[in-house]
């Protein structure tokens, strides 16, 4: 018996570049025992609403997206939403695909492709803020708008570049967040410019910035926050910290959590896996270990 494979794309991420590819990739899929159902996305959360659509409708053996971060991040939000669980294959096509170079699948989407017809599964962590599911980050204060308020075309050109250009410009007026944050038996109120939540070695494409302990499948994700700067001196000292993946300095607060609660006075933004994640006040924060298998190169911890 045939299985039978949902494979969603997104034909405008990163250029387009899939559409020169896809051909090659439908080939290379067409050679395995699979009944393959092919549905390019139209707006934002298609890709979520067919996950939910047809695992519920139809008996589905795995999934292949192929898109960017966000794309990932609608199909996995899915199945989680519909508590239903099956392999994960991801063809990175977007900007920066930051989840995928933690997973190990090559940049090349047909080697990519290759890699899900004979590749293994992992488990990996998968992250929630108030019921709502990201795969490897939630971030808020300064940057953290910086990837879904970057227009597509400007990070098409651009690329990784746009995120940088787009933080530099939010730097004029930029203010800081007071918050209460706690976790297991800590409780810490400060004024904090950034924070995030992380399970990946590369945020917006900057790699190793959460630190040496990353493991995608161990419960727990990397909680790191910036405090306020109060002088040029501080903040280069921030930016020099951070080149050399230094988050033991005073001017950060990190620690690896299974949950957290983040409490600020107002509403404020998130961003989920690079795009727009709502804003709130109280935000609850829980790792849900190893919840998706994803079909990909990697076995082990990557070293940064």
Request: glycine content about 8%; aromatic content about 8%; charged content about 25%.
């Amino acid at each position: 018996m045939k299985k039978k494979v949902l494979f969603i794309y997104n034909p405008n991420a990163g250029r387009g570049k899939i559409r020169t590819k896809l051909s090659q990739i439908l080939e290379i899929f067409s050679k395995t025992n699979c009944e393959l159902v092919v549905y390019p996305t139209k707006q934002r959360m298609d890709a979520r609403e067919k996950v939910m659509e047809y695992v519920t409708n139809e008996e589905c053996n795995a999934i292949i997206c192929s898109g960017g971060d966000g794309t990932l991040n609608e199909v996995v939000g899915g199945l989680m939403q519909c508590n239903y669980t099956v392999p994960v294959g991801y063809i990175p096509s977007g900007t920066t695909n930051d989840f995928g170079y933690s997973l190990r699948i090559p940049k090349d989407m047909i080697k990519a492709a290759e890699v899900i017809v004979r590749g293994a599964t992992m488990l990996c962590d998968v992250g929630s803020i108030n019921e709502n599911y990201f795969t490897y980050t939630a971030a808020f204060g300064l940057f953290a708008d910086v990837s879904y308020d970057t227009p597509q075309n400007v990070k098409n050109i651009l690329g990784r570049m746009a995120y940088i250009l787009r933080g530099v410009t939010s730097l004029h007026g930029v203010k800081s967040i007071h918050l209460k944050v706690e976790h297991d038996d800590e409780v810490v109120e400060d004024d904090f410019l950034v924070g995030m939540i992380a399970n990946s070695n590369s945020v917006a494409g900057f790699r190793g910035i959460t630190g040496k302990k990353v493991q995608l499948d161990d419960g727990l994700f990397e909680l790191i926050m910036i405090r306020q700067p109060h002088n040029l001196l501080e903040i280069s000292n921030i930016i020099n910290d951070l080149l050399h993946n230094d988050l033991s300095s005073k001017y950060f607060y990190y620690r690896r959590v299974s949950e957290v609660k983040v409490t600020s006075d107002i509403d404020m933004p998130w961003s989920l896996d690079g795009e727009f994640g709502g804003t709130t006040r109280i935000a609850n924060l829980v790792v849900h270990k190893k919840a998706i298998p994803y079909i990909c190169n990697r076995t082990s911890k990557r070293k940064n």
